[in-house]
Each structure stands twice: as structure tokens, then as C-alpha cells.
């Protein structure tokens, strides 16, 4: 009996600082893991803008444009995207139609198709015109074009975002994640080649994309046919 009372008095004391030992490291686990893999509450939410090492153009929206554009007075914004495809011999034949307005760069004037089509009048607090037109080639012909009002920027149609005009007719646009910013009179050329496999797996389309920026125009030489 006295042999049981003296083990048991022995491996109490051993067994309680095995206990604290292994807790204590535990503990200190716990503490590493926390401290390499933090935990954030339900409620933490990121603040603050992202710094990029190098120079970016994305997101687009993130620059600081000004809210307001300063027109001047008597005059308009035109900027135009036309794209241009040449279906190869493999395509079916595409004819489309038609046109709804035309810009004569020299005279500066825009003639616009009569009511029923499309494009509506240029209203007295609009900022100015988008032009979107596409024409065909190769196994293909034909033409179609619209406008369409700018009310505020940023300003997004077919494809194209406008984002900014300062005083002088530089315009800032956004086309397929790119960058394009050009001055009065500036033209942007990409040509891109595709297959259009919806109903014909070898159609080969070149695709000539070109944005104009025809700037500031006199509204007076705006040309409503009857």
C-alpha cells in the first residue's frame, strides 16, 4: 500500500509538467500559425487605391477625368469609329445598308439623313457626336453607318468609350482595354485578323478598325435633309 501511495506521489508531479509543457507549446503554435496566416473579422474591407511598379492604362475609369466638358460656344464634338471587313473567299456573301450620314472634312459639313432615320438632333446641352460605321469588302459590300449623342462623359458605344475632350479637341477614348488618346484631326488604324466560325469555320475576315477625331465643328454647318 505504501509502495502505491509512493508511486502515485511520483507520477502525479511528472504527468502535471508533461501536461504544462505540451500545452505551452501549443500555445506557442497557435501564436506562430495566427501570426503567419492573420485572421481578418467579417467586417474588415480593403481601403486605399492599388500602386502598380509600372505605368498602366487599366483600369481606364481609374484616372482622374473632369467631370464637366467645356464646350466652346458654337461649336460640337465629332469623333467617329468606322470599321472596315474584307471577308476572304471562304465567307458567304454580306451585303448591308446604309449609310445615314456624311462628314466633308473640308467644308466642314455634317448632312444627316431625314427623320425616320436613326440619328437624332443634336440637342442645345449635348457635347457632340459619335459616328459608328461599318463597311464591307471581298465577298461582302455595302455600308452602314449611325450617330449618336454625347450628354456626359464617360461615354460608351459600339465598342469605343469616351472618356475626356480638354480645350483644344484632344480627345481620350478606351477601345478593348487600349489607351487612345489623339489630338484634332488624328486618326487611329488597327487591322485584325479572324475567323468567323459561326456558320463557316474557314471564313477569314481582315478587320481595319479607325477612330477619327474630328474634333470641334461649327454647329451651324450641321445639315438636317428634309
Not at 77 to 97: A, F, N
Not at 123 to 138: C, R
Not at 172 to 179: D, E
Not at 181 to 187: C, D, F, I, P, R
Request: hydrophobic share 40%; proline share 6%.
Amino acid at each position: 500500500m505504501k509502495r502505491l501511495i509512493w508511486v502515485a506521489a511520483v507520477m502525479v508531479p511528472i504527468a502535471l509538467v508533461v501536461l504544462l509543457l505540451y500545452s505551452g507549446s501549443g500555445a506557442a503554435a497557435n501564436v506562430a500559425s495566427r501570426a503567419v496566416f492573420p485572421r481578418f473579422s467579417s467586417a474588415f474591407r480593403m481601403t486605399g487605391t492599388l500602386t502598380l511598379p509600372h505605368k498602366i492604362y487599366l483600369p481606364f475609369e481609374s484616372k482622374n477625368f473632369p467631370s464637366l466638358i467645356q464646350v466652346p460656344q458654337g461649336k460640337y464634338l465629332l469623333v467617329e469609329y468606322w470599321t472596315r471587313h474584307i471577308l476572304g473567299v471562304h465567307c458567304p456573301g454580306i451585303c448591308i445598308d446604309f449609310p445615314t450620314y456624311y462628314f466633308d472634312v473640308q467644308s466642314g459639313e455634317l448632312v444627316i439623313q431625314p427623320i425616320g432615320s436613326p440619328n437624332p438632333a443634336l440637342g442645345d446641352d449635348d457635347i457632340g457626336f459619335v459616328g459608328s460605321g461599318i463597311s464591307v469588302g471581298g465577298t461582302g459590300c455595302g455600308a452602314y453607318s449611325v450617330l449618336t449623342t454625347v450628354q456626359t462623359c464617360p461615354f460608351s458605344r459600339n465598342g469605343i468609350t469616351l472618356y475626356d475632350v480638354d480645350e483644344a479637341g484632344t480627345t481620350s477614348l478606351g477601345r478593348a482595354g487600349q489607351m487612345i488618346v489623339l489630338k484634332a484631326g488624328e486618326t487611329w488604324l488597327k487591322e485584325e485578323v479572324e475567323v468567323w466560325e459561326s456558320d463557316h469555320p474557314e471564313c477569314v475576315v481582315t478587320s481595319t478598325h479607325r477612330i477619327t477625331n474630328y474634333a470641334f465643328q461649327d454647329r451651324d454647318k450641321i445639315i438636317y435633309l428634309p
